[in-house]
Nanobody
Framework: VQLQASGGGLVQAGGSLRLSCAAS????????VGWFRQAPEKEREFVAA????????YHAQSVKGRFTISRDNAKNTVYLQMNSVKPEDTAVYYC????????????????????WGQGTLVTVSS
């Protein structure tokens, strides 16, 4: 499966942005999809993930209550709605897809995801 992340840009602190992760090829509906981000000189960190059906979601503590992950399997797309953004949210955001077991797997681990998109840059100005 190939992933294409989009929707990044420049936004003021307190504003909103919606990222999209569009998939092509493969059976997208069978994959867990996660959003990760990487700021300059920092490790890639988990942001949010969603199970193949959309029934189970995970959000990092740092974004809980501000970001929401969702998916539309009919459109082969996963979204990350980002509200009340902060300057520390500035990073390149990547989406990944993997066969992650929602119960026994680790959806917050980048190593669980075998397919990655190219990333989209989000810059939050103060």
């Amino acid at each position: 499966v190939q992933l294409q992340a989009s929707g990044g840009g420049l936004v003021q602190a307190g504003g909103s942005l919606r990222l999209s992760c569009a998939a092509s090829g493969g059976t997208f509906g069978s994959y867990m999809v996660g959003w990760f981000r990487q700021a300059p000189e920092k490790e890639r960190e988990f942001v949010a993930a969603i199970s193949w059906s959309g029934a189970i979601t995970y959000h990092a503590q740092s974004v809980k209550g501000r970001f929401t992950i969702s998916r539309d399997n009919a459109k082969n797309t996963v979204y990350l709605q980002m509200n009340s953004v902060k300057p520390e949210d500035t990073a390149v955001y990547y989406c990944g897809a993997g066969q992650v077991d929602p119960v026994r797997g680790s959806p917050d681990s980048r190593w669980e995801y075998s397919h990655w998109g190219q990333g989209t840059l989000v810059t939050v100005s103060s």
